[in-house]
């Protein structure tokens, strides 16, 4: 189960759900990653839909490792992740949302 409370987000990977969350470390590291200066031009690349599919892979890999998970960047890319490549944006879009701001209303379960 996964804590919107601490920026966490879940994933479906081979039928297994697995958290994930940007942790400070996390964050220098896909900032790193993607050439970006800062958190805001961060944000603003995948606000901006200039984002490409190996910077969400980046984002997704960051965030795996964030909350733990011990996954190589191989084993994200040969990865079956339930519902395809949209799901895969909505839960990118759904990370950064829940690491840059507070949930509202209820609690929902992964």
């Known amino acids: 189960m996964v804590n919107p409370f ?7 990977l081979n039928g297994e759900s697995c958290a994930m969350r940007l942790s400070l470390g996390a964050l220098a590291t896909l900032e790193q990653r993607l050439g970006v200066e800062g958190l805001l031009p961060l944000i603003e ?23 733990g998970w011990d996954g190589s960047e191989d084993d994200l890319r040969n990865a079956t992740i339930e519902g395809g490549p949209m799901e895969a944006a909505r839960v990118a ?8 701001s507070l949930p509202s209303g209820p609690v929902e379960a992964a």
């Open 45 to 67: 690349r995948f606000e901006s839909s200039a984002f490409k599919a190996e910077d969400m892979i980046f984002l997704l890999f960051a965030g795996l490792q964030g909350a």
């Open 93 to 100: 879009a759904a990370l950064l949302r829940v690491t840059f």
């Open 6 to 12: 601490r920026g966490e987000v879940a994933i479906i």
